[in-house]
């Protein structure tokens, strides 16, 4: 698993309420992404970081907020959560020295959250 | 949007037998990539293919990538049961990984 962890790897929340999902990495890669992943679409890019404080969003970034204050904790943070952000949401890492950003991601086991 | 649309979107075979999935997408690539996923667990690698190359082999698995059509396909030979697992293909056209929506494949002993 590349020395990614994700925590929780299960939560139940309410809607309105914050939560915030981390990606912790023991290899001081650059690159970090989230994922989520839905029946029918597949993985969807959230938020990306390329260095601590530098981020940028992904495709799916409504509702989301990232934050990367050390290179090895990626956080993202439902700032109210919503039904239709129940998923099971991915972390990835890109271990590469800096080339191509086309190299392969390691990924995290996924955290999977429901909002009621 | 999606980049890359697997097809089909589930198979089943017999365990020994030969899978097939192909993978079309939309933009000009570098290259292209096949992710696994076990139930449960974040994708992995599998391998990865260049633009300029036309096929790659990786145990008893072969890549082939047509340009011109803007699609893969992924071969895996003599399956297992172990193999039982979502494929996806994925493609970055700007610096971020843009992967399908994946093919269930089933193998049954």
């Known amino acids: 698993d590349a020395g990614i962890t994700q925590s929780p790897r299960h939560k139940v929340t309410e809607t309105g309420t914050p939560v915030t999902l981390r990606c912790h990495q023991t290899?001081?890669?650059?690159?970090m992404y989230w994922y989520r992943q839905d029946p029918g679409h597949g993985l969807r890019l959230i938020h990306y970081?390329?260095?601590?404080?530098?981020?940028d969003k992904g495709e799916v970034s409504d509702g989301y907020s990232v934050s990367r204050s050390k290179t090895e904790d990626f956080l993202l943070t439902l700032e109210s959560a919503t039904s239709s952000q129940t998923s099971v949401y991915f972390c990835?890492?890109?271990?590469?020295?800096?080339?191509?950003?086309?190299?392969?991601?390691?990924f995290g086991n996924g955290t999977r959250l429901t909002v009621t | 949007s999606q980049q890359g649309e697997e097809d089909p979107q589930a198979l089943s075979i017999q365990e020994g037998e030969n899978a097939t999935m192909n993978c079309s997408y939309k933009?000009?690539?570098?290259?292209l990539q096949w992710y696994r996923q076990n139930s449960g667990r974040g994708l992995v690698h599998l391998i990865l293919i260049r633009s300029n190359e036309r096929e790659k082999h990786s145990g008893r698995l072969r890549v082939t990538l047509d340009t011109s059509k803007k699609s893969s396909s992924l071969l895996i030979t003599a399956s297992r049961a172990a193999d039982t697992a979502s494929y996806f293909c994925?493609?970055?056209?700007?610096?971020?990984?843009?992967f399908g929506t994946g093919t269930q494949l089933k193998v049954e002993l």
């Open positions: 990835a890492i890109r271990p590469s020295s800096g080339g191509s950003y086309n190299s392969p991601l390691h």
């Open positions: 933009t000009s690539i570098n290259n």
């Open positions: 970081s390329y260095g601590v404080k530098d981020t």
């Open positions: 290899e001081n890669h650059r690159y």
């Open positions: 994925a493609t970055a056209p700007d610096d971020k990984l843009t």
